[in-house]
């Protein structure tokens, strides 16, 4: 069971109300209280099925594989290990496609929720993960299989690569350094996801710490999104160009990487973000 319990004021509450329910939450319940506004998503899904949604597209851009997806955005970079493709099949693809349309409609945000073309695909099939026992990945006697979206075909798992531990953010350094494309995808999708975080904190949530802690405690994260951002923030102020993010090309973030930095995208604009200055 998550820990995480988001609380929504109204000025028609009794006073004193919202603090007692909160006090008795966190109190015998033992859960963790965030103050959220109230928004779609409130905090932890809006926030959490973003990042969940762009770190899924990129990963089919780069044409990797879910293992190779859900290694690099999970516990490489301090998050579980579901990744997200694992993630995905756990909540259901139905339930996530539905989740995706209603937030990308109600925040008028459809890029940002937009689906995984695979993630239709399999939905259309009725393959819904683990509801159906098949999805993004399937279990046939002792043998897992993972879903291949450029053929459409299950292909036997392989083993999860072995990645660098993350126990301090400063460990992200070396999620941001793998090399090839799981690398990418972590220089592609973090720094935009964290942006993305930053920038709606104080539409979601009453205290910035909240955000944190709603993704700590809602998600799973080891550290929550704006204390990671706080850590890598640049010494120097962002280079902005006007570009459509989705024609940046793999190469292009791969020679900013190698000088040791990372691009965020929001809307129509890449910004150019110098990581390496707190490490």
């Known amino acids: 069971a998550l820990d995480l319990v988001e609380t929504i004021g109204h000025p028609d509450l009794l006073p004193g ?18 103050r959220a506004h109230d928004r779609p998503g409130f905090i932890a899904n809006r926030i959490g099925i973003a990042t969940m949604l762009e770190f899924m597209r990129t990963a089919e851009r780069l044409r990797l ?18 990744g997200v493709f694992r993630l995905a099949d756990r909540i259901g693809l139905d339930v996530l496609a539905d989740l995706a349309d209603d937030l990308g ?31 993004y990945t399937k279990r046939e006697g002792k043998e897992r299989f993972v879903y291949n979206p450029v053929t459409g075909a299950y292909l ?23 090399p090839g494309a799981m690398g990418d995808l972590v220089r592609m999708a973090l720094p935009t996801t964290l942006r993305y975080a930053d920038r709606v904190a104080a539409d979601v949530a009453e205290r910035p710490e909240d955000v944190d802690v709603a993704l ?11 204390e990671t951002l ?25 020679e900013i990487a190698r000088r040791g930095r990372a691009v965020a995208r929001d809307g129509g ?8 200055s707190k490490m």
Do not use: C, M
Not at 18 to 28: I, K, L, S, Y
Not at 216 to 226: A, V
Not at 230 to 254: I, L, M, Q, T
């Open 65 to 82: 594989t879910v293992v190779e997806a859900d290694a690099a955005a999970g516990a490489a970079i301090g998050r579980p290990r579901s």
């Open 216 to 226: 700590r405690d809602g998600f799973g994260w080891r550290f929550g999104p704006l």
């Open 269 to 276: 604009t890449a910004t150019v973000l110098g990581w390496e």
């Open 156 to 178: 036997p798992q392989t083993a999860f690569p072995e990645l660098p531990p993350v126990r301090a953010i400063s460990d992200l350094a070396a999620a941001l350094k793998l």
């Open 17 to 34: 109300l919202r603090e007692r329910v909160e006090a008795w939450t966190d109190g015998p319940l033992g859960k963790r209280i965030v």
């Open 105 to 135: 409609r109600r925040l008028n945000e459809p890029d940002v929720f937009r689906l995984p073309d695979s993630a239709r695909e399999l939905r259309e099939r009725g393959w819904l993960g683990d509801k159906t026992g098949h999805g």
């Open 230 to 254: 706080a850590a890598f923030e640049p010494s120097r102020p962002p280079v902005v160009r006007p570009v459509d993010p989705r024609e940046v090309a793999v190469s292009e973030y791969r």
